[in-house]
């Protein structure tokens, strides 16, 4: 089965901008969502079709897809943007895979 | 606009079977764009994928539950179910249903995301 991995975590300080990678064989040939997780919430989708936002997903929030690493870029990080992130891809052997999560820590 | 809430008991037996329903409001189940699925998270981990479902009832499953795993839908009542028999410890954790809009890119290239979440259920497994 296809595997993607995510750091455990990624530290951005306050303002600035944090980039999440998920790595994964020739993973821009496949299309990647996020997911953003806060706490004791359902996870939230954040990016879909590698670089789209669905409505109610600050603009701050964008994704790319290419190689080998998918990317979550946050712009201007906020204490609210802290929570773990998870990629997500769809495989040729028809399942659904979902990177390990990092978490994302503003300083 | 569509919600989701699942449903169940918080605690099963082991060897005994789970079994979890996800009612659907705000729109119908029967839909040609999405998907129904089950995933669930275990105590402190990451996110686990159990199957999807489609309102004609086919399905694709996660090969590591196959055996264990039943995923049903119930369109008059607006609603899926999961089965998942033989439950152990292991099988401890957070389900949460959700909805899956799909598309095909073209060059054998699909992709299918959750766009709407149930909140989760906490079930235990335990004697």
Known sequence: SYEVTQPLSVSV????????????????SKVVQ????????????VIYNDNNRPSGIPERFSGSNSGNTATLSISRAQVGDEADYYCQVWDLSETVTFGGGTKLTVL | QVQLQESGPGLVRPSQTLSLTCSVSGGSIISGSHYWTWIRQHPGKGLE???????????????????????????????????????????????????????????????????????????????
Request: net charge neutral.
């Open chain 2, 49 to 127: 994928w159990l199957g999807f479902i489609f309102y004609s009832g086919s399905t694709y499953d996660n090969p590591s539950l196959k055996s264990r795993l039943t995923i049903s839908i119930d369109t008059p009542e607006n609603q899926f179910s999961l089965k998942l028999t033989s439950v152990t410890a292991a099988d401890t954790a957070v389900y949460y249903c959700a909805r899956v809009p799909f598309d095909y890119l073209g060059n054998g290239v699909h992709y299918y995301y959750m766009d709407v979440w149930g909140k989760g259920t906490t079930v235990t497994v335990s004697s």
């Open chain 1, 34 to 45: 996020w997911y953003q997780q806060k706490p004791g919430q359902a996870p939230v989708l």
């Open chain 1, 13 to 28: 300080a306050l303002g600035q901008a944090a980039r999440i990678p998920c790595g994964g064989n020739n993973i821009g």
